[in-house]
């Protein structure tokens, strides 16, 4: 998933979080869905300006997030 297409980063939108297309809907937000416990089928009604690809990018952007943090020794 290339979620470079899909997610934006804006500074003067949502303070500078990643985005959905520009959209005011951030990565935060879906993941913050997911884990309580909600479906991508669940999200999609809710937000029916959101495709199964943004829900996706917003997973692979975490992933990719995830790969990039250091351990730094105490």
Known sequence: ???QEIIT?????????PC??????TVYDVLSYLASGMTQSE????FPYLTAADILACLS???DR?????TLAA
């Open 66 to 70: 995830e790969q990039q943090t250091l």
């Open 20 to 25: 959905i297309r520009g959209m005011r809907i």
């Open 61 to 63: 952007y975490a992933a």
């Open 1 to 3: 998933m290339n979620y």
């Open 9 to 17: 980063i804006e500074p003067g939108k949502r303070s500078g979080k």
């Open 43 to 46: 999200i999609l009604e809710d």
